[in-house]
């Protein structure tokens, strides 16, 4: 898919991101929105998948760790027909697969069950092993949310991959600095980022993770490392595409109120 | 005869490695220990070594069970269920991936190395989560009869298996069923049910009270999840009394899935031998299994209160 395309996706995954979590009077708009041009490049462009065969053996697969991303993974599921847009407005409700936090085998191209942040990379260095010894070339995309990162377990997988040498992983770090508290670095710093990475054995890419353009040459340079894992450390905005939900630490687990609801439909979908 | 667990624990894993490519194993700096590198052994490719970092090898392993793999893995009792308690809930139970945690060194009896090694609350934490099956085996035959029916069994279970060599009771080369429990010796007076190395200790507390002219029923429960609730049923129907016996704190364990099941069942007097809510200490293991209760003559004093308060209610 093209560039303006994906955009285009990228900005109805938010729109989507903003009425289902309306729609459920809860949710995690803020790092759902700045994962959402990164998810958008990875579901179109990226990732070898098919919607009509979930469990294709040589399918890429794509974990969030960041499982309380779940609406903007939902969105980017139905949007790439593994199930009805018209679900997405049952996010949270009783008796619905889409549940506040991702699980496996509840929805089509769910690959695991995540929302205790610290786990998904170790789950996906799990998957990416099996790769290695069923001798096949997906390729495992995990997503990392920055606060995350404070989690020792993430650290023990990270040791694990390079000493495996997991070159079929691909960790994506969506940094956009806050969680829920306020700022990563005044509530436990992680920087310095790329060099905690490379002192793992990591491959590392730091890219900007709102312009299309920058995001796929980002999961192409992927391809020039031939041994090790790679993460790409995606600068991002919590609450991207929605001015007053921008960097504001507030949106990380709050949904709009009507008025806010009517303010953010109106610039997105003026992005569209 | 003697045997210890974790030797056939690691044999009939060397079966596996023959036999089933689809089964890998995991383990946390401890194979030698737990046994596992018997399978590393036949089996390199398909063992991983994790290091000491138990979250993650949780994660990993269901990583790799959604991926087909039928995974095992291994370390000590404390570790493998405490360390990563809510890795496993999340990772392996909730989505019923198929993960075999198989701890070793579980129980007082690890010994000398002391209450941090000592696992004494795993049966507990592991059979509170959903989905979970728990496995306790009487002996060394059981525990690799009981390995077997693990990799055929799609799902979560856990299984604790000892350190030291444990009594022989049962026959080798039986198939082992899980949510089965089995009647070792019929009795009609009280009902002894005992799990893990506890199983030998209740048949010898029998063979004391048979001199005493008491005919205790001894039942091996080797699953205590799901708890074999008809086998419980029919023989305390019986007895009307019971005494259960667990080398595991009797908060949580065999004592106290038999107490709930029975609870709802039938008013019987029922005395639980289990660690005491108490941590545990270094030490020869059969002087902490003295220390701690863990006794033939403990059993067969809690039979012999058990039958009275069947006999004349409350009153001493």
Same mark, same amino acid.
């Given at each position: 898919?093209?560039?303006?395309?994906?955009?285009?996706?990228?900005?109805?995954?938010?729109?989507?991101?903003?009425?289902?979590?309306?729609?459920?009077?809860?949710?995690?708009?803020?790092?759902?929105?700045?994962?959402?041009?990164?998810?958008?490049?990875?579901?179109?462009?990226? *990732?070898?998948?098919?919607?009509?065969?979930?469990?294709?053996?040589?399918?890429?697969?794509?974990?969030?760790?960041?499982?309380?991303?779940?609406?903007?993974?939902?969105?980017?599921?139905?949007?790439?027909?593994?199930?009805?847009?018209?679900? /997405?407005?049952?996010?949270?409700?009783?008796?619905?697969?889409?549940?506040?936090?991702?699980?496996?085998?509840?929805?089509? +191209?769910?690959?695991?069950?995540? =929302?205790?942040?610290?786990?998904? /990379?170790?789950?996906?260095?799990?998957?990416?092993?099996?790769?290695?010894?069923?001798?096949?070339?997906?390729?495992?995309?995990?997503?990392?949310?920055?606060?995350?990162?404070?989690?020792?377990?993430?650290?023990?997988?990270? *040791?694990?991959?390079?000493?495996?040498?997991?070159?079929?992983?691909?960790?994506?770090?969506?940094?956009?600095?806050?969680?829920?508290?306020?700022?990563?670095?005044?509530?436990?710093?992680?920087?310095?980022?790329?060099?905690?990475?490379?002192?793992?054995?990591?491959?590392?890419?730091?890219?900007? =993770?709102?312009?299309?353009?920058?995001?796929?040459?980002?999961?192409?340079?992927?391809?020039?490392?031939?041994?090790?894992?790679?993460?790409?450390?995606?600068?991002?905005?919590? +609450?991207?595409?929605?001015?007053?939900?921008?960097?504001?630490?507030?949106?990380?687990?709050?949904?709009?109120?009507?008025?806010?609801?009517?303010?953010?439909?109106?610039?997105?979908?003026?992005?569209? | 005869?003697?045997?210890?667990?974790?030797? $056939?624990?690691?044999?009939?894993?060397?079966?596996?490695?023959?036999?089933?490519?689809?089964?890998v194993v995991l383990d946390a700096d401890i194979a030698k220990s737990?046994?596992?590198?018997?399978?590393?052994?036949?089996?390199?490719?398909?063992?991983?070594?994790?290091?000491?970092?138990?979250?993650?090898?949780?994660?990993?392993?269901?990583?790799?069970?959604?991926?087909?793999?039928?995974?095992?893995?291994?370390?000590?009792?404390?570790?493998?269920?405490?360390?990563?308690?809510?890795?496993?809930?999340?990772?392996?139970?909730?989505?019923?991936?198929?993960?075999?945690?198989?701890?070793? !060194?579980a129980g007082i009896s690890v010994g000398e190395d002391g209450a941090? !090694?000592?696992?004494?609350?795993?049966?507990?934490?592991?059979?509170?989560?959903?989905?979970?099956?728990?496995?306790?085996?009487?002996?060394?035959?059981?525990?690799?009869?009981?390995?077997?029916?693990?990799?055929?069994?799609?799902?979560?279970? $856990?299984?604790?298996?000892?350190?030291?060599?444990?009594?022989?009771?049962?026959?080798?080369?039986?198939?082992?069923?899980?949510?089965?429990?089995?009647?070792?010796?019929?009795?009609?007076?009280?009902?002894?049910?005992?799990?893990?190395?506890?199983?030998?200790?209740?048949?010898?507390?029998?063979?004391?009270?048979?001199?005493?002219?008491?005919?205790?029923?001894?039942?091996?429960?080797?699953?205590?999840?799901?708890?074999?609730?008809?086998?419980?049923?029919?023989?305390?129907?019986?007895?009307?009394?019971?005494?259960?016996?667990?080398?595991?704190?009797?908060?949580?364990?065999?004592?106290?899935?038999?107490?709930?099941?029975?609870?709802?069942?039938?008013?019987v007097p029922l005395i639980r031998i289990g660690t005491n809510d108490?941590?545990?200490?270094?030490?020869?293991?059969?002087?902490?299994?003295?220390? $701690?209760?863990?006794?033939?003559?403990?059993?067969?004093?809690?039979?012999?209160?058990?039958?009275?308060?069947?006999?004349?209610?409350?009153?001493?």
């Open positions: 898919m093209d560039v303006e395309k994906i955009q285009r996706i990228a900005n109805i995954l938010r729109l989507h991101v903003i009425e289902m979590t309306v729609a459920a009077s809860s949710g995690h708009p803020g790092g759902s929105l700045s994962a959402a041009d990164i998810v958008a490049v990875l579901y179109f462009r990226v *990732m070898r998948h098919d919607c009509k065969n979930p469990v294709w053996a040589d399918r890429d697969r794509f974990i969030l760790s960041k499982g309380h991303a779940a609406p903007v993974l939902y969105a980017a599921l139905a949007e790439a027909g593994y199930f009805p847009v018209d679900d /997405l407005k049952t996010l949270r409700q009783l008796g619905s697969n889409l549940q506040g936090h991702p699980v496996y085998k509840k929805i089509p +191209g769910v690959e695991a069950s995540t =929302g205790s942040l610290g786990q998904g /990379l170790s789950i996906a260095c799990g998957i990416a092993l099996a790769g290695k010894i069923d001798t096949k070339n997906y390729k495992v995309y995990c997503m990392l949310g920055d606060g995350e990162l404070q989690s020792g377990q993430n650290w023990e997988a990270a *040791m694990l991959a390079s000493n495996y040498n997991l070159n079929n992983l691909v960790a994506i770090v969506d940094r956009n600095r806050l969680q829920i508290c306020g700022d990563t670095e005044e509530i436990m710093a992680i920087d310095p980022l790329p060099e905690k990475w490379l002192s793992f054995g990591w491959n590392v890419i730091e890219s900007d =993770g709102h312009n299309i353009n920058k995001i796929i040459a980002a999961f192409e340079n992927v391809k020039t490392f031939r041994t090790g894992p790679t993460v790409i450390i995606f600068n991002t905005v919590k +609450g991207k595409g929605v001015s007053f939900m921008e960097n504001n630490a507030e949106f990380h687990g709050k949904v709009c109120n009507k008025d806010e609801y009517a303010r953010a439909l109106t610039e997105l979908k003026r992005l569209i | 005869m003697k045997l210890a667990q974790r030797n $056939y624990y690691g044999k009939a894993l060397t079966e596996l490695a023959k036999t089933r490519r689809d089964v737990t046994k596992t590198s018997e399978f590393q052994k036949i089996a390199p490719d398909r063992f991983i070594e994790v290091g000491i970092a138990e979250q993650n090898m949780i994660g990993v392993a269901s990583g790799l069970a959604i991926s087909g793999k039928t995974v095992f893995v291994s370390t000590f009792a404390v570790f493998a269920t405490g360390r990563c308690w809510e890795q496993i809930r999340l990772a392996v139970a909730y989505p019923k991936n198929n993960v075999k945690i198989v701890s070793t !060194h941090s !090694h000592q696992g004494l609350e795993d049966i507990s934490i592991m059979r509170s989560i959903p989905n979970m099956v728990v496995i306790s085996p009487a002996d060394a035959y059981e525990a690799y009869s009981a390995t077997l029916a693990l990799a055929e069994y799609k799902g979560p279970c $856990y299984m604790r298996l000892g350190r030291g060599v444990f009594p022989i009771v049962t026959e080798e080369g039986v198939k082992f069923n899980i949510g089965k429990a089995k009647v070792l010796r019929e009795g009609k007076d009280i009902t002894l049910i005992g799990t893990g190395q506890l199983v030998s200790t209740c048949l010898d507390a029998a063979d004391v009270l048979k001199a005493r002219g008491i005919n205790a029923e001894v039942i091996n429960v080797s699953t205590i999840k799901p708890l074999d609730t008809k086998c419980i049923k029919d023989s305390v129907s019986k007895t009307r009394c019971v005494v259960t016996a667990e080398e595991h704190s009797i908060i949580g364990g065999l004592g106290s899935a038999v107490a709930e099941f029975l609870l709802g069942e039938l008013f108490t941590f545990g200490e270094s030490g020869r293991a059969e002087d902490l299994m003295k220390k $701690y209760g863990l006794t033939i003559e403990n059993i067969v004093k809690a039979a012999e209160i058990s039958i009275f308060k069947k006999n004349y209610g409350e009153a001493k």
